[in-house]
């Protein structure tokens, strides 16, 4: 555990979407500076997987399957994390999919419902889930996964950016009805970063025999010139989720690589 930030010491996280790339980093991060963390997701195989690898480094973690656009599989993973530790004090909301990279006219309509169920309906019910057990307890904090595509429009991305846009409007909506409560929500606005997601959509635009199979796609439009890295997100998160963040509220942080500055 790290010596760093103790305030999140003992405390009780989840983590949703906690098998894929900023999400693994984010319960990592957490975890190494002393919370217990519940990992969900629901690629069951894959959230075991990496909650066996930080159990393997002393972590206190436990995995546990959902789909967060279902009702009472949500209820369950918050029950769960109750059962297990007793309380919950950090979350971290967020599980999300991309969709197909397609131009609109394009877009199959159950497709887009998905879409909408896992990225905007799934951060509904995770806050609807979790937040009156912060209240209960006046205290605790909240950060959901917004992106870049919440502060510009990406062409061919049009309903994974409406749905950024979704969650960016509940953070600010939800931290404005609990501001003069001790519970805290945010999100985080990652930009380019190197995970399997963007690599999904660098492979269906790559050009045939592309040995980089289109790696590099979105560097013209990240100033820094490198993607970013999970664990740079996790950071900000971690952050976000301690006391040191304790006058933040209805934030979006971007973590971009300069991309909404000279956007």
Do not use: C
Not at 139 to 152: D, L, Q, R, Y
Not at 190 to 201: A, D
């Amino acid at each position: 555990m790290s010596t760093q930030s103790s305030s999140l010491a003992g405390k009780v996280a989840i983590v949703t979407g906690a098998a894929g790339g900023i999400g693994g980093a984010s319960a990592a991060e957490i975890g190494r500076h002393g919370a217990k963390v519940l990992l969900v997701d629901n690629r069951d195989d894959a959230v075991r997987q990496k909650a066996d690898e930080l159990a393997a480094e002393g972590l206190d973690v436990a995995a546990f399957t959902a789909d967060v656009s279902d009702v009472a599989q949500v209820d369950a993973y918050v029950a769960d994390a109750i059962a297990r530790w007793g309380r919950i004090d950090l979350f971290h909301n967020n599980a999300a999919m991309e969709g197909p990279f397609l131009p609109i006219q394009d877009y199959d309509v159950d497709v887009f419902d998905r879409l909408v169920a896992v990225n905007v309906r799934g951060v509904f019910l995770g806050l609807r889930a979790v937040l009156p057990k912060l209240l209960a307890q006046d205290s605790g904090a909240i950060v959901n996964t917004s992106s870049i595509a919440a502060w510009v429009g990406f062409g061919n991305l049009a309903a994974y950016t409406a749905t950024k846009h979704a969650v960016a409007g509940f953070t600010r909506a939800v931290a404005a009805e609990i501001a003069t409560t001790n519970v805290r929500v945010n999100a985080v606005s990652p930009g380019v970063i190197e995970t399997e997601f963007v690599k999904r959509i660098e492979r269906v635009v790559a050009a045939p025999g592309d040995p980089t199979e289109g790696h590099g796609l979105f560097m013209p439009s990240v100033p820094k010139q490198r993607y970013g890295q999970p664990e740079e997100i996790a950071k900000v998160v971690r952050f976000l989720l301690s006391d040191d963040a304790s006058y933040v509220l209805g934030a979006n942080w971007l973590a971009d690589g300069g991309m909404q500055a000279t956007g």
